[in-house]
């Protein structure tokens, strides 16, 4: 399969890692270097969707970064013919064993079935949402340890390790956060925060402080 990945280094990286070397792989660091490898069959995954208008080709496949919008926000207004889907593009999200998917038509389920046998990845739809599912679950639990550094109440690698055992999580939520990045943590926060002003995603100040040091 031809892979197209728009972004960065460690993103391309992890999607090597996610597929494996058994297909083509292209990088463009903007939109304007990535039109050169549009082409039927072609399988975009774009980390930075700020203009989606390029895409504009029937046989184009494309999952965009979705998680602090939506897929509807992204392409409200537009006529796009691509197949477009969301995903998850923050740190780490990626490669897992399972992708949380989003799609816009009913009719493209089958055609996402079809990718993802191809891309060997098992894959889950979710609700078109920001912050996804997985996302904000973790950024969520990420801000409570927060709050619990400025209470006081334990220790950054004790709050890890209570976690860990607690809940068999891979990571404590601080190990999360360096994964993700505490700034990609504060955005996607701010973003669910300001979508449902559920208290539970209002950002704890050391977070925020930490996020824009």
């Given amino acids: 399969m031809e892979i197209l990945v728009i972004g960065s280094e460690s993103n391309l990286k992890e999607c090597r890692e996610k597929f494996g070397e058994g297909h083509n792989y292209h990088f463009a660091t903007s939109h304007s270097q990535a039109e ?3 082409k039927a069959e072609t399988v975009a995954f774009d980390f930075e969707p700020n203009d989606i208008s390029i895409y504009n080709k029937k ?4 999952f965009l970064s979705s998680t602090k919008t939506t897929l509807a926000g992204l392409t409200a207004g537009r006529q796009i013919q691509t197949s477009l889907f969301g995903f998850c593009g923050m740190p780490s999200f990626l490669n897992r ?17 079809n990718i ?15 912050g996804m599912v997985t996302p904000r679950i973790i950024c969520m639990i990420i801000n409570e340890a927060y709050f619990s550094i400025e209470a006081n109440v334990a220790s950054r690698a004790d709050i890890d390790l209570a976690m860990k055992l607690g809940t068999n999580y891979p990571f404590g939520p601080f190990e999360w956060c360096e994964k993700i990045g505490v700034k990609i943590v504060y955005e996607l926060l701010n973003a669910v925060y300001n979508n449902t002003k559920d ?3 209002k950002i704890c100040e050391l977070l925020k402080k930490e996020a824009q040091a």
């Fill in 97 to 113: 064993e399972i992708l949380e998917l989003t799609f816009l038509k009913k009719e493209s389920q089958t055609q996402l079935e």
């Fill in 36 to 38: 050169k490898y549009f």
């Fill in 59 to 62: 046989d184009l496949i494309v």
């Fill in 116 to 130: 993802c046998a191809q891309l060997n990845t098992k894959y889950k739809i979710v609700e078109d949402r920001v």
């Fill in 199 to 201: 208290e539970r995603y």
